[in-house]
C-alpha cells in the first residue's frame, strides 16, 4: 500500500521558518523524483520545488528561489522542504508528489499558514 504522510505544516509569523516533511512507504522511492506542490482554496496546484532520484538536482519556482530548499533521504524514504523567510502569499495546503514514468503518487497535504 502506497502512502505518503506529509507533516510539519502550520502557523508561523511572516519572516518564520518552517521544515515539511513527507515520509513514504510502499513504493521504491529511491527510483523516484520528489516534488512539492501547493494549492489555495479555488486555485490550481502549483508546483513548488522539484529533486531528482538522487538528489543531485533540484528546481524551484522564482517565488520561492533562496527561501525554500528541497533535500531528500534515501535511507528513511522522506522528502523535506524547508521553508525560511516566509510570507503571507506563501499560505496554502503543501502537497508531496512521486513520480516515475507513469507511476504518480500524491499524500494527502498539509495547511501552511503565514500570518501575524
Known amino acids: 500500500q502506497v502512502q505518503l504522510v506529509e507533516s510539519g505544516g502550520g502557523l508561523v509569523q511572516p519572516g518564520g521558518s518552517l521544515r515539511l516533511s513527507c515520509a513514504s512507504s510502499?513504493?521504491?522511492?529511491?527510483?523516484?523524483?520528489m516534488k512539492w506542490y501547493r494549492q489555495a482554496p479555488g486555485e490550481e496546484r502549483e508546483l513548488v520545488a522539484a529533486?531528482?532520484?538522487?538528489?543531485?538536482?533540484?528546481n524551484y519556482i522564482d517565488s520561492v528561489k533562496g527561501r525554500f530548499t528541497i533535500s531528500r533521504d534515501n535511507a528513511k524514504n522522506t522528502v523535506y522542504l524547508q521553508m525560511n523567510s516566509l510570507k503571507p502569499e506563501d499560505t496554502d495546503v503543501y502537497y508531496c508528489n512521486a513520480k516515475l514514468v507513469y507511476y504518480e503518487y500524491w499524500g494527502q497535504g498539509t495547511q501552511v499558514t503565514v500570518s501575524s
Open positions: 529533486i531528482n532520484s538522487v538528489g543531485s538536482i533540484t
Open positions: 510502499g513504493f521504491s522511492f529511491s527510483n523516484y523524483a
